[in-house]
């Protein structure tokens, strides 16, 4: 499109669009869910064909639990998904590997105005601390599971939810501050 073009298309839109897309506490937001959804549905349209890779993806998760566990016992086990701590036993499906997680830290780095090589980077590096976070809780509710089981739920289905969006802001804030320039 040629800049004649594009200033055609700008002049085209209401003035009220055009304030409201250069407003970045509209732009933002809005950009995130366009992110969002586009990588959402991408990794919707070839989830049946990553089952596998998936798959050795909640053996990998279960494998690292069970190695951060044995630095500090030996009463830890692991066989495929399954890790267990003393008799309580925790399988690892998709949805305790992070990727939910991976994918709303990238929607917002990408819609964030960076240049891409620090997006890019935010994306490696923020992935990598949201998984290693995410091995921590798991190795957590292993710790409540085992020794106080009655609030296991109350931690699976509560406060980690909670925590796992804290953490997303929080490598997001950091990304910023690191690596974003100003």
Known sequence: MSNREDNTARATLPAHLRAAWTNPQIRYPLLVLLYLFTIGSAFNAVLEDLRGPLQELEKFTAASVHILLRIVTELTTHRG???????????????????????????????????????LIGVVLGCAAIFVFNLLRIVTLLVVGRHWSMYFDFFHIYFWQATLIAMIVSVLYGWIKLFVPR
Do not use: H, K, Q, W
Not at 84 to 110: H, K, Q, R, W
Not at 112 to 118: D, E, K, N, Q, Y
């Open 81 to 119: 998904n399954l890790v267990t701590l003393d008799g309580f036993a925790v399988s690892i499906i998709i949805e305790c590997v992070g990727l939910l997680e991976m994918l709303i830290y990238s929607a917002c780095v990408f819609a964030f105005p960076a240049p891409i090589r620090a997006r």
